[in-house]
T-cell receptor, first 115, second 114 residues
Framework: EAGVTQSPTHLIKTRGQQATLRCSPISGHTSVYWYQQALGLGLQFLLWYDEGEERNRGNFPPRFSGRQFPNYSSELNVNALELEDSALYLC??????????????FGEGSWLTVV | DAKTTQPNSMESNEEEPVHLPCNHSTISGTDYIHWYRQLPSQGPEYVIHGLTSNVNNRMASLAIAEDRKSSTLILHRATLRDAAVYYCILRDIAGGTSYGKLTFGQGTILTVHP
């Protein structure tokens, strides 16, 4: 069974541009989560989508946005890129976040470099 | 969010057991204890989780204190592939906006010596 898949693996953008990262959850999973891991920093929660709706959002500016599609895949958009947005962006998925202890599984991440 | 405290680093020799501690004195009754590990340049990997009772799976065992204020992840025979950052995380199942949000701390860097 395929795990969480993310694309692209690596992305280089110029400051001020927009970046789009994509994620396909594990089959059957309806919840998708996005995390940011900047160099030397811990994993920071960005967004949680379930059944096409944003359920929770971390402490990030509005230029970080996303959406979840009817097939439960998701994309993360980062507008007006800044140098400090350079990081590993991780997508994760789980069954509907309501079951006791539903496990969250992570993908391998997308490396975004802003120059 | 309930917080966890872990040692910054630990070392072990290959083939020996490893006990990774985690303190979570402010844990609530609806918090599950989850453990993840992360190898360099990879996404976090789920290891194990539990609520009150000790848990075992093919990767590890989780020992939970009776008062649930601490837990220990046990790797029965460490291998070089177990070298990673191990995260102990509390996950609230009660619902609300905090649910679905894993709060990662700094974790424990485990070094395994051959």
């Amino acid at each position: 069974e395929a795990g969480v898949t993310q694309s692209p693996t690596h992305l280089i953008k110029t400051r001020g541009q927009q970046a789009t990262l994509r994620c396909s959850p594990i089959s059957g999973h309806t919840s998708v989560y996005w995390y940011q891991q900047a160099l030397g920093l811990g994993l920071q929660f960005l967004l949680w989508y379930d059944e096409g709706e944003e359920r929770n959002r971390g402490n990030f500016p509005p230029r970080f946005s996303g959406r979840q599609f009817p097939n439960y895949s998701s994309e993360l958009n980062v507008n007006a890129l800044e140098l400090e947005d350079s990081a590993l962006y991780l997508c994760a998925s789980s069954l509907r976040a309501g079951g006791a202890g539903n496990t969250i599984y992570f993908g391998e991440g997308s490396w975004l470099t802003v120059v | 969010d309930a917080k966890t405290t872990q040692p910054n680093s630990m070392e072990s020799n290959e083939e020996e057991p490893v006990h990774l501690p985690c303190n979570h004195s402010t844990i609530s009754g609806t918090d599950y204890i989850h453990w993840y590990r992360q190898l360099p340049s990879q996404g976090p990997e789920y290891v194990i989780h539990g609520l009150t009772s000790n848990v075992n799976n093919r990767m590890a065992s989780l020992a939970i204190a009776e008062d649930r204020k601490s837990s220990t992840l046990i790797l029965h025979r460490a291998t070089l592939r177990d070298a990673a950052v191990y995260y102990c995380i509390l996950r609230d199942i009660a619902g609300g906006t905090s649910y679905g949000k894993l709060t990662f701390g700094q974790g424990t860097i485990l070094t395994v010596h051959p």
